[in-house]
T-cell receptor, first 114, second 112 residues
Framework: AQKVTQAQTEISVVEKEDVTLDCVYE???????LFWYKQPPSGELVFLIR??????QNEISGRYSWNFQKSTSSFNFTITASQVVDSAVYFC???????????FGAGTRLAVHP | DGGITQSPKYLFRKEGQNVTLSCEQN?????MYWYRQDPGQGLRLIYY???????QKGDIAEGYSVSREKKESFPLTVTSAQKNPTAFYLC???????????FGNGTRLTVT
């Protein structure tokens, strides 16, 4: 069965701190895709990144970076020098190669205080 | 601008009434999805449709119904059989098997 675990329910940091959001997944497939989405207070989920199981390169986009490690089935997300605008709920999601749906984790609520 | 429109943003109903949530997209996407979001549980899939006039049940389809008569529209009906309908409902679409989902702003349904 596929499963995504985001063990951190809520994280609170002060602006300019670095913060890492953890994501651990379970799947039996060798081909799969991992995603991160951001949900600001407005409610809409905003796509941040997609990574396929054959590409273990870490990725950096501005203050955001992602660390994909197949050996530990993790796809962690780090925000460097956090800002108040980063306050949101962040979801990690998994899509197996043979399925047409995303399995979401429970989400991590990040609060960045000035 | 292309996007997904969900209406209304807030919806209130009395227990025992059916209610339909609207979802319209102008992205020309083939696939559309309905998710339900409850506090601390992430998103759970209710129904999805890959093409017009076809749809499949997701993980929590009981008490819900959908139709896909037009490519751009995928309305969700919450029936009186749904035992705990109060939740935040999100509609999404995508084009291509491995493309990311695009989400609407959601509808918050409260049933009393």
């Amino acid at each position: 069965a596929q499963k995504v675990t985001q063990a951190q329910t809520e994280i609170s940091v002060v602006e300019k701190e670095d913060v890492t959001l953890d994501c651990v997944y379970e799947t039996r497939d060798t081909t799969y895709y991992l995603f991160w989405y951001k949900q600001p207070p407005s409610g809409e989920l905003v796509f941040l990144i997609r990574r396929n199981s054959f590409d273990e390169q870490n990725e950096i986009s501005g203050r955001y970076s992602w660390n994909f490690q197949k050996s530990t089935s993790s796809f962690n997300f780090t925000i460097t020098a956090s800002q108040v605008v980063d306050s949101a709920v962040y979801f990690c999601a998994l899509r197996d190669g043979g399925y047409n749906k995303l399995i979401f984790g429970a989400g991590t609520r990040l609060a960045v205080h000035p | 601008d292309g996007g997904i429109t969900q209406s209304p943003k807030y919806l209130f109903r009395k227990e025992g009434q059916n209610v339909t949530l609207s979802c319209e997209q102008n992205l020309n996407h083939d696939a559309m999805y309905w998710y339900r979001q409850d506090p601390g549980q992430g998103l759970r899939l209710i129904y999805y449709s890959q093409i017009v006039n076809d749809f499949q049940k997701g993980d929590i389809a009981e008490g819900y119904s959908v139709s896909r008569e037009k490519k751009e529209s995928f309305p969700l009906t919450v029936t009186s059989a749904q035992k705990n309908p109060t939740a935040f409902y999100l509609c999404a679409s995508r084009q291509g098997t491995n493309s990311p989902l695009h989400f609407g702003n959601g509808t918050r349904l409260t049933v009393t």
